[in-house]
């Protein structure tokens, strides 16, 4: 089985911050990577699929990198509105559509 | 509006079943693949089930595998997850999600562009 990992698990930021989250597969999965945002008591809403592709309606300060087994998510500059929990998800192979750990971006 | 609605969650003792549902509205739900995905309280998501639109290819995350059962009814727009053999570690916030299968060049992206707002099931005695 496909094991995602993020790092860090957590980070502190201020507004205006280039933010970047790692996440990595434990073997080869391509460029079938996407990248979800959570915020509390809500659905998670899709940013990035396939690795970089960005999805409609999402603000252009997120960007998608990587193929194989690394991957990153930056925000180029932090806004409010963006202090949330963020997962990487893999469409490779089983066990399908595994989601990384999570990474909860908060203010410092 | 697109949209996804679940419903069916609750209270319900170990050992037990509970059926959700999740009612599609926006889109045509026929021609989309869906997923369930939960989230257990104070943590990540875990992928549970698949289904692809005709119900010709489903899926299960081995921790449901044998208890769960994932089906669809496309001229009710509608999803549904049996749940038996219930256990407290699946309690959770329950999501259903579509697959916007993405085209990428030549391959196709599976990625969950809808979601619904979650229902949440609690097993305890």
């Known amino acids: 089985d496909i094991q995602m990992t993020q790092s860090p698990s957590s980070l502190s930021a201020s507004v205006g911050d280039r933010v970047t989250i790692t996440c990595r597969a434990s073997q080869s999965i391509s460029s079938y990577l996407n990248w979800y945002q959570q915020k509390p008591g809500k659905a998670p809403k899709l940013l990035i699929y396939a690795a970089s592709s960005l999805q409609s309606g999402v603000p252009s300060r997120f960007s998608g990198s990587g193929s194989g087994t690394d991957f990153t998510l930056t925000i180029s500059s932090l806004q409010p509105e963006d202090f949330a929990t963020y997962y990487c998800q893999q469409s490779y192979s089983t066990p399908l559509f595994a989601f990384g750990p999570g990474t909860k971006v908060d203010i410092k | 509006e697109v949209q996804l609605v679940e419903s069916g969650g609750g209270l319900v003792q170990p050992g037990g079943s509970l059926r959700l549902s999740c009612a599609a509205s926006g889109f045509t739900f026929s021609s989309y693949s869906m997923n369930w995905v939960r989230q257990a309280p104070g943590k990540g998501l875990e992928w549970v089930s698949y289904i692809s639109s005709s119900s010709s290819t489903i899926y299960y995350a081995d921790s449901v595998k044998g208890r769960f059962t994932i089906s669809r009814d496309n001229a009710k727009n509608s999803l549904y997850l049996q749940m038996n053999s219930l256990r407290a570690e699946d309690t959770a916030v329950y999501y259903c999600?579509?697959?916007?299968?993405?085209?990428?060049?030549?391959?196709?992206?599976?990625?969950?562009?809808?979601w619904g707002q979650g229902t949440m099931v609690t097993v305890s005695s």
């Open positions: 999600a579509r697959d916007a299968a993405f085209k990428v060049t030549v391959t196709t992206n599976s990625a969950f562009d809808i």
